[in-house]
């Protein structure tokens, strides 16, 4: 069939919107007639830094309608409201323990440009067009794997909902699956974009008794005060670490870089108390640390978390109960653009005019 897509032509360039072609769906995929995908800064990074394949479409944050499914398909049908998460193998020791974002083959589906079976779905005049985290969703219509296509409520807005399947359940579930904090404990959060407010809200949930959040951006961290974080601090004005650790009588029991900016990495750990844990999401660069004096003497943990350790078929509905719940109110993040103006949500995205972009695909 042919569908209209924003296709990623090569490094650093623009994103065009043209007519390509989407061969039907295979025994265990289903199509889906994409409603918004969310603007993710992987998207970005897929664009500019070329770690997928190129030319491409991308797009990783989908949410839309099952049009078709395959023969083998079991668990979706005509008509269901879906939510695209990544892609993942199913059978791996780390995917059947509950693990799916360290999938043994995750980098391969989701990076690869092709789908599990390594062929591809997209083409323009003959030609391949790579996929993107099994689903490139930056089109009117995607193919996914079943297991990456989680079923949601049909009484939420479903534009709505396609960030909950990567940025958002990043943030989220590295508070609530990862960390785990205990009731009244301390946290801080470094860098308040959409991760960033995720983890807030995840924490308000949790009930942590002192939620800091880090940013250098006014405006962001008014809206971190709007959800519920309990101290916030301009990193361009303040020692944050002196802050913390007076705020918090020796440290917080637990921090989040979504950075990735290494003097910040190095904050999320100096500022911890003895035994604290610090959960790493930003994308980071090489970078030195001072193993010792930050991590060893002090006992303190360390960790990389990818999407939040979510198995999003579980996570993705809760996230939607705590959002009608008024309890996860992620729409707060949210800024809506035409297909057409995809490379200004882009654009947003990278200078903060938008904390969470979202393209309306369908209207």
Avoid: W
Avoid at 250 to 265: E, L, M, R, S
Avoid at 306 to 323: A, H, K, R, T
Avoid at 328 to 356: H, Q
């Amino acid at each position: 069939m042919n569908i209209k897509a924003a296709v990623t032509p090569g490094q650093g360039q623009d994103f065009v919107l043209e007519e390509v072609q989407l061969a039907a769906p295979k025994a265990n995929e289903v199509l889906v007639k994409i409603v918004a995908t969310g603007v993710c800064h992987t998207d970005a990074v897929a664009r500019d830094a070329a770690i997928a394949p190129l030319p491409a479409v991308l797009g990783h944050e989908g949410a839309g309608i099952v049009e078709e499914v395959g023969e083998a398909v079991t668990l979706l049908e005509k008509g269901d409201h879906v939510v695209l998460s990544f892609a993942h193998c199913g059978h791996c020791d780390n995917c059947l323990t509950g693990h799916p974002t360290v999938c043994e083959t995750f980098n391969d589906l989701n990076f690869g440009g092709t789908h599990d079976d390594y062929t591809h779905r997209l083409s323009k005049d003959g030609q391949p067009l790579s996929t993107f985290f099994g689903q490139s969703s930056f089109g009117t219509f995607a193919i996914a794997h079943e297991r990456n296509v989680v079923k949601v409520d049909r009484d939420v807005d479903l534009a709505l909902l396609g960030p909950l399947g990567c940025g958002i359940q990043t943030g989220a579930g590295t508070v609530l699956n990862s960390l785990k904090p205990e009731f009244g404990s301390t946290i801080a959060i470094y860098g308040a974009g959409a991760v960033g407010l995720s983890a807030i809200m995840a924490a308000k949930i949790m009930g942590c008794k002192k939620i800091i959040a880090i940013d250098v951006h006014d405006s962001r961290l008014e809206l971190a005060k709007e959800l519920c974080a309990t101290h916030t601090l301009n990193g361009k004005e303040v020692d944050v670490v002196k802050e913390i650790k007076e705020l918090t009588r020796g440290g917080t029991n637990y921090a989040i870089d979504t950075t990735g900016v290494p003097p910040v990495v190095r904050q999320s750990l100096q500022a911890l108390r003895p035994l604290g844990v610090a959960a790493i999401v930003g994308v980071t660069p090489v970078m030195d640390i001072d193993v010792h004096n930050d991590i060893m003497a002090e006992g303190k943990t360390m960790m990389g978390v990818i999407e939040g350790d979510s198995v999003p078929n579980v996570f993705i509905p809760q996230l939607v109960d705590y959002y009608k719940s008024g309890q996860f109110p992620f729409d707060k993040l949210v800024k809506f653009y035409d297909f057409e103006d995809i490379n200004l949500a882009f654009e947003d995205s990278k200078t903060g005019v938008a904390i969470k972009p979202i393209v309306r695909i369908a209207h």
